[in-house]
């Protein structure tokens, strides 16, 4: 089964975009370990791409992050144009995603539990659950 163009060219830009951020932001007051690229979501006529990034930091940080990230959309839109064939190179937008946060939160949750009562340990997956009696 063929993976969609629209699918091939968004991993591509998430790519790029990635290898670009090096490429614009070394040198500045900008720290690339706390930016990841989680998802790239491309227009289907390529005018435009929704750019889904994971920042780091306290809001602060994240704000001024992304606020810099912006002021260089264009550098980094220039550079894709030059290794990307496309009809079109897409407008980037960036946005916080913060759906890495929110997985190391659930983790830290687990982890917590995991603490307060270590001797609990999950049912083996081919025993079904056990049921509770009705109180009615």
Same mark, same amino acid.
């Given at each position: ?27 500045? #007051? ?68 913060p759906s890495l ?21 999950p049912p083996p997956? #081919? ?10």
């Amino acid at each position: 089964m063929a993976v969609p163009r629209l699918t091939r060219v968004n991993e591509l830009l998430k790519r790029e975009i990635a290898s670009s951020l090096f490429r614009v932001m070394a040198g500045q #007051d900008f720290d690339l370990a706390a930016v990841t690229i989680t998802h790239v979501f491309t227009s289907s006529d390529l005018h435009s791409a929704r750019v889904l990034v994971s920042i780091r930091g306290d809001e602060v940080e994240r704000g001024r992050r992304l606020h810099q990230l912006h002021q260089h959309r264009g550098d980094i839109q220039h550079l894709i144009s030059k290794t990307v064939v496309l009809k079109y190179t897409p407008q980037l937008t960036f946005v916080h995603d913060p759906s890495l946060a929110e997985g190391d939160h659930v983790l830290r949750l687990i982890e917590d539990l995991e603490a307060r009562h270590p001797d609990w340990r999950p049912p083996p997956a #081919d025993q079904p659950p056990e049921s509770t009696p009705d109180k009615t």
